[in-house]
């Protein structure tokens, strides 16, 4: 019999692409320093604890805005854990986007991480996408190497399927603990694909198949970007909305009365309500926002699966089949 892992804790996380002002490479200023202590404050108010970068956010802005707040609390680096990314180049070499999984680069991005985190170590790291030129001994290589010298703590991966996963995880000694995917109730593919096996309507859907099923069977932690929809269903404006979108919208309202909380916690507990156990990111810059995530954790436990299949129905715009 296969051995099941422990599954991975849930958790909120709070992303960190929105930290650092424009993206493009201009300096930061003490306005946008102030954006994210506002931020991070708020998330470490509700009980965040893990705070995910990436080498491009913001152009680099987003982490050294962040090494900045931990270079001022010098207390806080050892109270939460801190994850980034690399593998995607934007305008270099006359591209407007790449990927680079070679091992140069990988061991390249993250001493340069560290650098504008202001950390001595990350106790994540995760390759952004997929290289297709990336080779898996190789890049475990890279891996292994920063891992021993003390730079990276554990390692992960965004983006990938579980095809994807295993090929790396056969060269490599450590263990994948994070796979980061867009999850959420506007981007349904990962549902859709288990509730059309054997339908006509599932080659409309390329959520790779038994990604989130390796996940849980190895102890891989899932983590949702994208996980508030873009306020699509809390706030956004509707205007130009599809009438699902807005119904969704309407339901969601509805169901935050009923559980006396947010909208921001009932489409975050609809996601965490799946067996998966998904960490949502949350990657709002506004206080307000982020404080009204602090429920939902508990909404996903308090989610009834009538109330769970009402936001699926509405959201796809048809019941399931």
């Known amino acids: 019999m296969t051995r099941v892992h422990e599954q991975p804790r849930q958790q909120l996380v709070y992303g960190c692409m929105g930290l650092g002002g424009s993206w493009d490479p201009t300096p930061y200023d003490r306005h946008d320093v102030a954006v994210a202590e506002a931020a991070v404050g708020a998330a470490l108010e509700i009980g965040i604890r893990t705070f995910d970068h ?26 939460i854990t801190v994850q ?5 180049r934007v305008g270099e070499s006359g591209l407007g986007v ?58 992960g991966v965004s983006n990938m399927s579980a095809a994807q996963m295993a090929a790396l995880q056969r060269h490599l000694d450590l263990p994948l603990v994070v796979n980061q995917l867009e999850l959420s109730l506007a981007k349904r593919d990962w549902v859709e694909s288990e509730v059309l096996v054997n339908g006509d309507q599932a080659i409309a859907h390329d959520f790779p198949a038994g990604t989130l099923e390796h996940c849980a069977q190895e102890g891989v932690s899932v983590q949702s970007w994208g996980a508030l929809a873009r306020g699509a269903y809390s706030g956004a404006d509707l205007s130009a909305a599809s009438p699902a979108d807005r119904a969704t919208a309407e339901l969601v309202t509805a169901l935050a009365g009923t559980y006396g909380t947010t909208a ?3 489409v975050l507990g609809w996601l965490t ?11 709002t810059t506004d206080p307000a926002r982020i404080r009204a995530c602090a429920d939902a954790l508990a909404v996903g436990d308090r989610l009834t699966q009538v109330d769970w299949y009402r936001l699926f129905a509405t959201a796809r715009g048809q019941d399931v089949p």
Do not use: M, N, W
Request: proline share 7%; hydrophobic share 40%; aromatic share 2%.
């Open 264 to 266: 921001e916690a009932v």
């Open 84 to 88: 980034t990314k690399c593998g995607i």
């Open 98 to 155: 790449h990927y680079d999984l070679r091992p140069a680069s990988i061991v390249e991005r993250v001493r340069a991480s560290v650098g504008r985190l202001q950390v001595d170590h990350v106790d994540t790291l995760l390759l952004h996408r997929p290289d297709p030129l990336a080779r898996p001994e190789q890049v475990a290589e890279a891996l292994t190497s920063l891992h021993a010298e003390g730079l990276v703590r554990s390692v």
């Open 273 to 283: 309500k799946h067996p998966a156990a998904v960490s949502p990111v949350v990657g």
């Open 54 to 79: 990436a080498d491009i956010y913001r152009s680099g802005k987003a982490e050294s805005v962040f090494g900045e707040i931990l270079h001022g609390d010098p207390g806080l680096r050892d109270t």
